[in-house]
């Protein structure tokens, strides 16, 4: 019945029981727009609007087909209307175009593309987006952190932070900064090494945005870091648990203030894979974690220590 696939998506949204009867047996019937009770008959409501298309389609195919909107907006794209003018050259019942119209169309993309961006922010934010992009197409970065470091990015160009320092090295530390404020595991060193900028040049920037502008980063938790880590390493999930475990326990006596996060990291999931029986050596835990050999020795030693950890002989 045609009245059944509208009972729940208009129904409930309209009215959940009769007046009359108190049923919630409810239909919908979409030719005359009236929502009735399916017990008792009470016209509930009448004369509803349809939000749906005017069209029906019976598969994927039909529904793309006959859709009639265009892409969803991204904020990565500076301007509102993110349209563009195709590079084909055939129309749209696959004839090719005229040497004239070829013509004619490519005045039309040049125009076009001027016409789109008009202040020199927006120019600056267009080349922003593109090197976010890249910068995020290289770390594995998901889409909601690249927009995250968009916002930041903005409001440093509102703010006049911008203005005789590099677009990459603002770039790359809004990404660092929304790295940091949405808890995913990405250090200073392996964003900086996607860019031409060099790490000071990106720190620099960094606590430019964190003093000058409204953002607020969380301090860098190092269980963040262990399942990357471990991922990398190829361990199971037993072992990256442990290393978890042992991170918490030592948060509770205070050894994790004041040191690397991915030092840290890499220190659990070392005891961890020693007392798990997969063994990793330190530099191939170093290299998993992008610190020193020197970093994971020291910090493990010293979790060992203070937690009481009798680690196997090897």
């Not at 301090?219 to 990256?240: E, H, K, M, N």
Request: proline letters at 4%; charged letters at 30%.
């Amino acid at each position: 019945m045609i009245f059944e696939e509208y009972e729940n998506s208009i129904g409930d949204s309209t009215s959940t029981q009769c007046p009359q009867c108190g049923s919630d047996k409810l239909i919908y019937d979409p030719v005359r727009g009236e929502l009735i009770c399916a017990v008792c008959g009470y016209v509930i409501s009448e004369r509803e609007i349809d939000q749906g298309p005017e069209w029906r389609a019976f598969n994927a195919e039909e529904r793309e087909r006959r859709s009639r909107v265009g892409a969803p907006i991204n904020p990565l794209i500076p301007e509102i209307i993110s349209t563009d003018i195709d590079w084909k050259s055939k129309d749209a019942s696959g004839k090719e175009l005229t040497l004239n119209r070829k013509y004619e169309m490519l005045r039309l993309r040049r125009w076009h593309i001027r016409a789109r961006i008009q202040s020199s922010l927006e120019r600056n934010l267009a080349q922003a987006s593109m090197e976010l992009e890249r910068l995020g197409s290289q770390l594995g970065l998901p889409k909601k952190v690249l927009d995250r470091a968009l916002e930041i990015y903005r409001k440093a160009l509102e703010a006049g932070l911008v203005r005789g320092r590099s677009i990459e090295s603002i770039a790359a530390a809004a990404i660092y900064a929304a790295c940091r404020e949405m808890r995913v595991p990405r250090s200073l060193d392996e964003i900086s090494r996607y860019t031409r900028s060099g790490r000071k040049d990106v720190a620099r920037c960094y606590r430019l945005l964190i003093r000058k502008s409204a953002v607020r980063v969380p301090l860098s938790d190092p269980i963040d870091f262990v399942p990357r880590i471990g991922d990398a390493l190829r361990l199971s999930a037993s072992t990256v648990r442990k290393a978890v475990q042992i991170l918490t326990d030592a948060r509770k006596l205070g050894i994790t203030a004041g040191k690397d996060p991915a030092g840290l990291a890499a220190a659990s999931i070392y005891i961890a894979s020693l007392l798990s029986g997969e063994v990793r050596t330190q530099k191939e835990v170093a290299q998993a974690a992008q610190v020193t050999e020197v970093t994971v020795r020291n910090r493990y030693k010293e979790l060992a220590r203070k937690l009481k950890i009798k680690l196997p002989l090897r």
